[in-house]
């Protein structure tokens, strides 16, 4: 009988905080975009290697910053110069920041797990697909099953 591998303790887990999908091409909806996030947060819960901060946390905390920082909108507060005080705002081990970018009808997903503490990337994964939403669900589900190991 082949043993099965223990579950992680609960203190044995990282605590993660996912930034929304940015698209640097501007070539998917913003829909899309939310979606695709829900869809890697999901990915990572389901995992069991991390504890994902609830998202409605995660945006309470950012309009706080914003209103601290008396930046103009909430969309400034997700570019790489917020994602990594929110993250300790939230007491997050580490952010997933995501990005698509695309050149004609191929587009590039890319994931990288960024250690809060030391502030450099610990982990991280590529995808290519086409420039379509059904394209960017399996670059999510390929780049996250990376990221997960």
């Not at 609830?54 to 910053?65: H, N, Y």
């Not at 191929?106 to 290519?128: M, N, P, Q």
């Amino acid at each position: 009988k082949i043993p099965r591998p223990r579950k992680p303790l609960v203190e044995d887990l990282f605590t993660v905080a996912v930034m929304d999908i940015q698209d640097t091409s501007s070539t998917l909806d913003d829909a899309t975009l939310r979606n695709a996030t829900e869809m890697l947060r999901g990915r990572l819960s389901a995992a069991g290697r991390f504890i994902v901060i609830d998202k409605s946390r995660q945006e309470e905390k950012i309009k706080a910053l914003v209103r601290n920082s008396k930046k103009e909108s909430y969309k400034a507060c997700y570019d790489k110069k917020c994602q990594i005080p929110l993250g300790q705002a939230l007491a997050a081990d580490s952010i997933l920041r995501s990005t698509v970018s695309c050149l004609g009808t191929r587009c590039l997903l890319s994931l990288e797990l960024v250690d809060l503490g030391k502030e450099a990337s610990i982990a991280g994964a590529t995808a290519d697909f086409d420039a379509t939403p059904e394209g960017l669900a399996q670059a999510i589900r390929t780049a996250a099953a990376e990221v997960i190991l």
